[in-house]
């Protein structure tokens, strides 16, 4: 089996709906974890990387793909792959500077440790159970990553109201 066809299959593991299920949203978590071809799942990493620079860049350059993406398609693995991998508790967005504004050209995503753990443990004896604890954490994750992002958010008070 691929490695695409592979982390689509441990997409569809992680509860993530059928859009995000697709090649573009594969190459994605392939590129957070650092997963070439040849690299064996246990050896995948957690780095920050940017969009264009990095996660582009890392599918371009080891993944053939049918066209490689250019730099005019970084909205839309922002807007339909990493968008929804945040809120799935797979990825993080800005991990290393959560103050960064969202409009910041310095915006990165990494894996979550949670979900490093899953792809870690793809093809192994720990993988269901690895699966089975992710979907069990995941409300918790969710409920953890959007306190720490209202953490930095500034009250706007007008006319004396929040």
Not at 56 to 83: C, G, S, W
Not at 126 to 137: A, G, L, P, T
Not at 140 to 148: F, I, N, P, V
């Amino acid at each position: 089996m691929s490695k695409i066809a592979a982390a689509q299959e441990i997409l569809k593991a992680l509860g993530l709906p059928d859009s995000q299920q697709n090649e573009m949203s594969a190459l994605t978590l392939l590129a957070l974890c650092s997963i070439r071809e040849e690299t064996p799942w246990s050896n995948a990493t957690r780095t920050s990387q940017r969009i264009t620079k990095e996660i582009m860049a890392f599918v371009n350059d080891n993944y053939k793909a049918t066209a490689p993406y250019a730099p005019n398609t970084r909205e839309t693995f922002h807007r339909q792959v990493l968008h929804q991998f945040v809120q799935a508790a797979v990825a993080n967005y800005n991990p290393d500077n959560p103050g960064l504004p969202v409009n910041s050209p310095k915006a990165h995503y990494a894996i979550t440790e949670e979900a490093l753990a899953v792809v870690k443990s793809y093809g192994n004896k720990d993988w269901k159970k690895k699966v089975e604890k992710f979907i069990q954490d995941t409300v918790l994750l969710r409920e953890k990553y959007a306190a720490e992002r209202d953490m930095y958010r500034i009250p706007l008070i007008v006319d004396g109201n929040e």
